[in-house]
């Protein structure tokens, strides 16, 4: 970008933004054919591993990397100038270890100890899946001796092929108190567990978000982590919102970063007109805004303490980086005249591939509801 920002040792081994920017060559060599394939990254995931990124979040105590909420931000923003699948699906990682990473370093939460020292120690891909494991839950719990037999299918498993261990939950309806959701890890090599080959979207075609079948998997009444009342705000789920959304969007904002790369590039070859330069205005315009929104989730992040008025100006930010990040990939469009609507370009690919920032929770119509009953001073428990 052509503006003042700040620059970092790229030889500092801390550096995990640089380390991301190592790897970013080898990622877009290999983007065309993922895109093409609807084929995973894999070999993306392997060199993450090997870079020593997928512990980056762990607490240094725990052999990690210690990074900070900012600074995974600012890898994932990295990664997805190169590859927005990796990014996208690497974020689904990388929160899954930065809430526990937050909920011993605030709250010495003993529980969450060792799952991140194994995700340092063997370096495991944790899954999560989405819009299934929101607020109301989804699948079922059934009771057995010892246990709870789970029977489930979950979307949007990003990184489903090579995952470790899926963070996830089901409904217990029997439970004495009402319907309640349980939360728990289960082990993608379980016999009950299967992947379905069927993540053939519009874009984000490398993420491997397939779904993911559960199918009789009992898990133990011990491993279970969390119980709580099923369609209504959890403290937890503050926090996973706090944390988990500046780092999704924080691969949505490197995509538009990346179509806005590209548009300059091929506007600087096209007959230059008022009109064309006040196309890469705008578009510079919206991506400053979505720059600045995400900016203030990451800071909210950092240093605010989590609960209903913090989801609330998370969600409002959350609605603005979408928002904004897909003006500005459209205006790069334009921007590009008609050589960026050819796939070589690549420019095509960015614009499907930043739609997929209007599908996280929470979407416009509930994030609106939520920030209205906010202001009103109305209750918020179930609004999601």
């Not at 609807?38 to 725990?62: Q, S, Y």
């Not at 369609?231 to 970063?257: C, D, S």
């Amino acid at each position: 970008m052509n503006r003042p920002q700040e620059t970092a040792a790229i030889d500092h081994p801390a550096d995990f933004t640089a380390r991301a920017h190592a790897l970013g060559p080898a990622f877009a060599a290999r983007v065309i054919a993922a895109d093409e394939t609807d084929a995973f990254v894999a070999e993306n995931f392997a060199a993450l591993k090997e870079a020593g990124l997928i512990e980056a979040g762990v607490p240094t105590d725990f052999g990690g990397g210690g990074a900070s909420i900012a600074e995974l931000c600012s890898m994932l923003r990295e990664i997805a100038h190169h590859c927005s699948s990796t990014a996208l699906a690497f974020a689904m990682h990388t929160h899954q270890v930065a809430i526990p990473a937050w909920r011993w370093q605030r709250q010495q939460a003993a529980p969450v100890v060792p799952l991140l020292k194994r995700v340092a120690a063997e370096r495991l891909v944790l899954l999560s899946s989405g819009g299934s494991d929101w607020i109301a839950g989804s699948g079922e719990a059934q009771k057995v001796e010892g246990g709870y037999r789970i029977t489930a299918r979950k979307v949007f498993t990003s990184a489903a092929p090579i995952g470790d261990l899926l963070m996830t939950g089901a409904v217990w309806e029997a439970a004495p108190d009402g319907p309640s959701v349980l939360h728990f890890g289960i082990p993608m090599k379980s016999p009950h567990v299967k992947v379905l080959t069927n993540w053939k979207a519009m874009g984000m075609r490398g993420t491997g978000s397939h779904d993911v079948m559960i199918d009789g998997h009992v898990v133990p009444e011990e491993a279970v982590a969390l119980k709580r009342k099923q369609g209504e705000w959890h403290p937890l789920f503050h926090i996973i919102t706090m944390i988990a959304f500046p780092l999704i969007y924080a691969a949505y904002l490197g995509v538009a970063e990346a179509a806005r790369m590209r548009a300059v590039e091929m506007a600087c070859k096209r007959r230059m007109s008022e009109h064309v330069m006040s196309l890469v205005g705008r578009m510079d315009t919206e991506l400053r805004a979505a720059q600045w929104a995400h900016a203030e989730m990451v800071r909210i992040a950092e240093t605010a303490a989590p609960g209903a008025a913090t989801t609330n100006e998370i969600m409002i930010g959350r609605a603005l980086v979408a928002r904004h990040a897909i003006a500005a990939v459209e205006l790069a469009m334009e921007a590009a005249g008609g050589a960026g609507f050819y796939r070589d370009a690549g420019l095509e690919r960015l614009f499907r591939d930043i739609q997929g920032a209007r599908f996280h929770p929470m979407q416009q119509g509930p994030q609106a509801t939520y920030a209205g009953r906010i202001a009103l001073g109305l209750d918020v428990s179930t609004v999601f």
